[in-house]
């Protein structure tokens, strides 16, 4: 079984440039999540989608960040303008749900893509 | 509100001598509990996962986990460290906190003298 693939793995852009990512989930999955998981700290999820839709974006910084899951199967983020603290590495992963108590909310997680800006 | 505290940020042990990882966590709701671990440069791997069955929780590598509910904590050991258990290590909450929500701990980096 295949598993979640990202692109790029590593990019470099200076401060006020946009960069874009893609993530292909695992065939059948709903749920896609993407984190961004600073040097030193834990992931942080930025957005969770359903399907197509969006099930929460509370942490998405929606003045520079945009995601979308069209078709409800790969999905892209991207940030416009880039700031020199969004430099981390952005995770993709997805779920078969999100039902607590429940083995469909086993998230697999992509490589992940290091973003420098410089 | 939801939350998960890990309570060390680094441990170090030696090889063949036992692990134990700290969590702590908060959830409103009958949360689902997960431990992580991010091997440098690879990407992350559940180890193990609790959804409200046994309290009990083995998983791969020989780690295992206990719920205990009325201590809130979640902790992962391992009877007998080896080379390849150096890594950082996630414990992480969800739950239907606000929709649904998965909050991840800071991360506890073990290390494993020779």
């Known amino acids: 079984e295949a598993g979640v693939a990202q692109s790029p793995r590593y990019k470099i852009i200076e401060k006020r440039q946009s960069v874009a990512f893609w993530c292909n989930p695992i065939?059948?999955?709903?749920?896609l999540y993407w984190y961004q998981q600073i040097l030193g700290q834990g992931p942080k999820l930025l957005i969770q989608f359903q399907n197509n839709g969006v099930v929460d974006d509370s942490q998405l910084p929606k003045d520079r960040f945009s995601a979308e899951r069209l078709k409800g199967v790969d999905s892209t983020l991207k940030i416009q303008p880039a700031k020199l603290e969004d430099s981390a590495v952005y995770l993709c992963?997805?779920?078969?749900?999100?039902?607590?108590?429940?083995?469909?909310?086993?998230?697999?997680f992509g490589p992940g893509t290091r973003l420098t800006v410089l | 509100a939801q939350s998960v505290t890990q309570l060390d940020s680094h441990v170090s042990v030696s090889e063949g001598t036992p692990v134990l990882l700290r969590c702590n966590y908060s959830?409103?709701?009958?949360?689902?509990l997960f431990w992580y671990v991010q091997h440098p440069n690879k990407g992350l791997q559940l180890l193990l996962k609790y959804t409200s069955a046994a309290t009990l929780v083995k998983g791969i590598n020989g780690f295992e986990a206990e719920f205990k509910k009325s201590e809130t904590s979640f902790h992962l050991t391992k009877p007998s460290a080896h080379m390849s258990d150096a890594a950082e290590y996630f414990c992480v909450v969800s739950d239907q906190t606000g929709g649904f929500k998965t909050i991840f701990g800071a991360g506890t980096r073990l290390f494993v003298k020779a």
């Open positions: 065939s059948g999955h709903a749920t």
């Open positions: 992963a997805s779920s078969l749900g999100f039902r607590t108590d429940s083995f469909l909310n086993e998230q697999f």
């Open positions: 959830s409103s709701y009958s949360p689902s």
